[in-house]
């Protein structure tokens, strides 16, 4: 069974910074593309990065490009999520997910609230 479990929220201050973790299970972790998405009070969820399985390959929602970078350790069976220069509108529930073959997996989230 696939778990994917976030970890790394909390209240930040703008311009602050946060380390998203999502530590995954139940599945051949090095071999998944992982994502992490938001999802803003009142809102839709919005797709924020995107890492390929070997890791060498990211990508970015405009905007966080330059603001958050994407990591993961497939020793560790981990993925990462650096944010900095945060600002209130990256205030929102974040999830890791995966997907392969049509089927979606996701984490119970973790909470960013960026307020002064």
């Known amino acids: 069974e696939v778990q994917l479990v976030e970890s790394g929220g909390g209240l930040v201050q703008p311009g602050g910074s946060l380390r998203l973790s999502c530590a995954a299970s139940g599945f051949t972790f090095s071999t998944y593309d992982m994502n992490w998405v938001r999802q803003a009070p009142g809102k839709g969820l919005e797709w924020v990065s995107t890492?390929?399985?070997?890791?060498?390959?990211?990508g970015y929602a405009d905007s966080v490009k330059g603001r958050f970078t994407i990591s993961r350790d497939n020793a560790k069976k981990t993925v990462y999520l650096d944010m900095n220069r945060l600002k209130p509108e990256d205030t929102g529930v974040y999830y890791c997910?995966?997907?392969?073959?049509?089927?979606?997996?996701w984490g119970q989230g973790t909470q960013v609230t960026v307020a002064s």
């Open positions: 890492i390929n399985s070997g890791g060498d390959t990211t």
């Open positions: 997910i995966t997907s392969r073959l049509g089927v979606t997996s």
